[in-house]
């Protein structure tokens, strides 16, 4: 993928890394994260419809695309997309490995985690289990809290203190239920097979 921006002080472009097309989901195509793109270039990293890729692949900018982490961070050196997303008001830091334990496993990924945690959430997840509707994930807090969820259940460890069960509410779960249910939509679409970009003849 050729995609170049420039940062604050910094301009870089994708190069050999291609890991948002695993690890993203694209609604346009019918593509679950973690799975791989119909349109990845097997015979080289990158895009073989990138002149006519959907807007959201054109339009997206993971951190380190931006600017914002070091230049040794590109995604698939670090085994992770990192990105941060903007959930109404809320807005948070994504870790998105390719493989579980990658997160644990890579001490910058564990900087870069606590350079964030004192300013927002940090979400850490991989795609190894992507049509598990329980895949467990966790969430960096400040003051050291971390919250590591599975299903409708959160195990809650504060420094010092007795880690701390919660599960959610009845109205919590419903409403859990009905977003599983669109996911499970989704998760069909998909399965019936991606779909593809048109490309005109002679492209």
């Not at 940062?7 to 097309?21: F, I, K, T, W």
């Not at 990658?102 to 959430?121: G, N």
Request: glycine share 8%.
């Amino acid at each position: 993928m050729e995609e170049a921006t420039e940062g604050l002080s910094v301009a870089r472009a994708c190069g050999e890394c291609s890991l948002c097309c695993r690890v993203l989901r694209v609604d346009e195509l019918d593509k679950l994260g973690g799975v791989p793109c119909v349109h990845q270039d097997v015979d080289a990293p990158g895009c073989s419809v990138h002149a006519q890729r959907p807007n959201i692949c054109r339009s997206y900018r993971c951190l380190w695309l931006s600017g914002g982490l070091e230049e040794g961070d590109r995604p698939d050196r670090l085994g992770a997309v990192v990105d941060v997303v903007a959930d109404g008001s809320l807005v948070r830091l994504e870790i998105r490995s390719l493989l579980p334990g990658a997160f644990d496993a890579s001490p910058r990924l564990a900087a870069i985690a606590e350079e964030y945690r004192s300013s927002m959430p940090v979400r850490i997840t991989d795609v190894e289990d992507v049509l598990n509707p329980d895949h467990a994930y966790r969430v960096l807090l400040p003051a050291g809290e971390e919250h590591r969820v599975q299903g409708d259940r959160t195990e809650i460890q504060r420094p010092g203190q007795p880690v701390e069960y919660r599960r959610l509410s009845l109205f919590e779960r419903a409403f859990r239920g009905v977003l599983l249910g669109l996911r499970r939509l989704r998760i069909r679409r998909s399965r019936s097979g991606p779909r593809r970009v048109e490309v005109p003849p002679g492209r």
